[in-house]
């Protein structure tokens, strides 16, 4: 049974950069699909961005622009790049995997439903 481990969080000024990184005890077993959520105190957890074995990535509409997913095959390693960092990005943020990122024709495009498999989390602070 794959397991998830985030690092790469921690405190950051406002318009900083992060690398969050998920890293799969091995090769994300049959699950394709590979996203970031992330849930502030008080707040519904809500998804960031997702990618496909395949390269493919899809983006929370709000998002567009700030983040990039990414994946290291050969270090079984999913990144997240979070730049022009803001307060209201503070949270803890969560990898998941999945066997399918499946198609919605409306928003939201990176949904909990798709994912089995989560990390730990691991917590953002924008000051």
């Not at 803890?92 to 498999?117: E, H, I, N, T």
Request: charged fraction near 25%.
């Amino acid at each position: 049974h794959v397991q998830l481990v985030e690092s790469g969080g921690g405190s950051v000024q406002a318009g900083g950069s992060l690398r969050l990184s998920c890293e799969a005890s091995e090769y994300f077993d049959s699950r394709n699909c590979v996203g970031w959520f992330r849930q502030a105190p008080g707040k519904e957890r809500e998804g960031v961005a997702r990618i496909v074995r395949g390269g493919s990535t899809d983006y929370s509409d709000s998002e567009k622009g700030r983040f990039t997913i990414s994946q290291d095959n050969a270090k079984n390693t999913v990144y997240l790049q979070i730049d022009s960092l803001r307060p209201e990005d503070t949270a803890r943020y969560y990898c998941a995997a999945g066997p399918k990122c499946k198609r919605y024709g409306s928003p939201p495009k990176v949904r909990a439903s798709d994912f089995d498999v989560w990390g730990q989390g691991t917590q953002v602070t924008v000051s």
